[in-house]
């Protein structure tokens, strides 16, 4: 099986979802930076259900043969980055993603949908 940046922001996606995070978006940042080629940008209501939703993105990544680079502000559970190379997710508590609005900062980010087939 060839694993696909693509496939990794799906799985990512799926993961976040069954753990319920709230407007989860994916941003294609490949021509705007070289620190990855996705964001994902998600929110929990609390700062139990944004480590939920990490634990569930890290676990799956593992599961299936992805590197985590690594997590930062997981213990706070406020602003939770996980880094898998090519994807970078955020994980925010909502009233946090509010403040900081990363969506405005990468405006010029295609927001990307992924079919289930891919």
């Not at 753990?19 to 989860?24: D, H, R, V």
């Not at 043969?65 to 559970?77: H, L, M, P, S």
């Amino acid at each position: 099986m060839v694993k696909t940046v693509e496939a990794l922001a799906r799985l990512v996606a799926k993961a976040a979802e069954d753990k319920k995070a709230e407007n989860l978006i994916i941003m294609d940042i490949s021509k705007l930076s070289v620190i990855a080629d996705y964001f994902m940008i998600c929110h929990g209501n609390n700062e139990r259900q944004v480590q939920a939703i990490v634990s569930e993105i890290r676990d799956q990544a593992h599961k299936n043969g992805y590197k985590v680079r690594g997590i930062e502000g997981a213990d706070e559970g406020r602003w939770v980055l996980v880094d898998l190379e090519d994807v970078v997710i955020h994980v925010f508590h909502r009233e946090d993603r509010e403040f900081y609005n990363l969506e405005r900062l990468w405006a010029e980010a295609p927001i990307v949908q992924f079919g289930e087939e891919g």
